[in-house]
C-alpha cells in the first residue's frame, strides 16, 4: 500500500549518459513534485505538475525534463549527466492547491550517483 | 538564506521526552522553522512546523524562543520508531510563488531500550 514509490532507489551511472527516475502515487493526489536534495541537505524544488500540467519550473537545466503521462505518475529525464547532478531526488504529491511542505506526501528517494 | 544547526547526534531512553534542540540565529521575521525526519531508506515526514508561538500536534511540540533564533523539538514519548535523522528547516520565499526549503545537517537520534 505505498503511497509515493520511485524506481530505481539508487542509480549509479557516468558522466555523458542519459537516465530516467520513474514516480508514482496512489493518493489520489493532483499534484506532484520533483526534489533535489544535495551532500548539503539542502532540499530545493525543481518542478511541480498540476493534472499533466507543468505549474513550477525552477530555475534548472535543460538537461532535466519531467514527463507526466498521467496524474498518477511524474518522471524525471536527465541528458548528458554531470558530475554536480549527484544528489538524492525526492517525488512528492499532494492534493491540488497544496504547495506548502507539510501537506506533500514524499517518496522514499532516488540517490543517484555520477562518475 | 538562514541556516540551521543542529547536534549530530542525540541518544534518548524509550519513553522519555527526547528534546532536539535547533539555532536558526539569522532567520528572518516572515521564514518558517519546519521540522522533518527520515527513517532510514525512507522519504522526508512532516513533523510539525511554526512561526513564532508554540506549536503541538499529534507527534510533537515545538517550542520557539521569544527572538526566533532557536527551538527545540519535543517527541513526549519516544519509542523505538522514532530513531531517525531529524531536520531543522527554515522556509524561505523562492521563484514561481513556491517555497525553498534549507534543511540542516540533521540530529540522528537514536531510542534506547
Known amino acids: 500500500d505505498t503511497a509515493v514509490s520511485q524506481t530505481p532507489k539508487y542509480l549509479v551511472t557516468q558522466m555523458g549518459n542519459d537516465k530516467s527516475i520513474k514516480c508514482e502515487q496512489n493518493?489520489?493526489?493532483?499534484?506532484m513534485y520533483w526534489y533535489k536534495q544535495d551532500s548539503k541537505k539542502f532540499l530545493k524544488i525543481m518542478f511541480s505538475?498540476?493534472?499533466?500540467?507543468?505549474?513550477i519550473n525552477e530555475t534548472v537545466p535543460n538537461r532535466f525534463s519531467p514527463k507526466s503521462p498521467d496524474k498518477a505518475h511524474l518522471n524525471l529525464h536527465i541528458n548528458s549527466l554531470e558530475l554536480g547532478d549527484s544528489a538524492v531526488y525526492f517525488c512528492?504529491?499532494?492534493?491540488?492547491?497544496?504547495?506548502?511542505?507539510?501537506?506533500?506526501?514524499f517518496g522514499p528517494g532516488t540517490r543517484l550517483t555520477v562518475t | 538564506d538562514a541556516k540551521t544547526t543542529q547536534p549530530p547526534s542525540m541518544d534518548c531512553a524509550e519513553g522519555r521526552a527526547a528534546n532536539l534542540p535547533c539555532n536558526h540565529s539569522?532567520?528572518?521575521?516572515?521564514?518558517?522553522v519546519y521540522w522533518y525526519r527520515q527513517i532510514h531508506s525512507q522519504g522526508p515526514q512532516y513533523i510539525i512546523h511554526g512561526l513564532k508561538n508554540n506549536e503541538t500536534n499529534e507527534m510533537a511540540s515545538l517550542i520557539i524562543t521569544e527572538d526566533r533564533k532557536s527551538s527545540t523539538l519535543i517527541l513526549p514519548h519516544a519509542t523505538l520508531r522514532d530513531t531517525a535523522v531529524y531536520y531543522c528547516?527554515?522556509?524561505?520565499?523562492?521563484?514561481?510563488?513556491?517555497?525553498?526549503?534549507?534543511f540542516g545537517t540533521g540530529t540522528r537520534l537514536k531510542v534506547l531500550a
Open positions: 528547516i527554515v522556509r524561505v520565499a523562492a521563484t514561481s510563488g513556491t517555497y525553498k526549503y534549507i
Open positions: 512528492a504529491s499532494s492534493q491540488a492547491g497544496r504547495r506548502t511542505l507539510d501537506e506533500q506526501y
Open positions: 539569522t532567520i528572518s521575521g516572515n521564514e518558517y
Open positions: 505538475y498540476n493534472n499533466k500540467e507543468l505549474i
Open positions: 493518493l489520489g493526489h493532483d499534484t
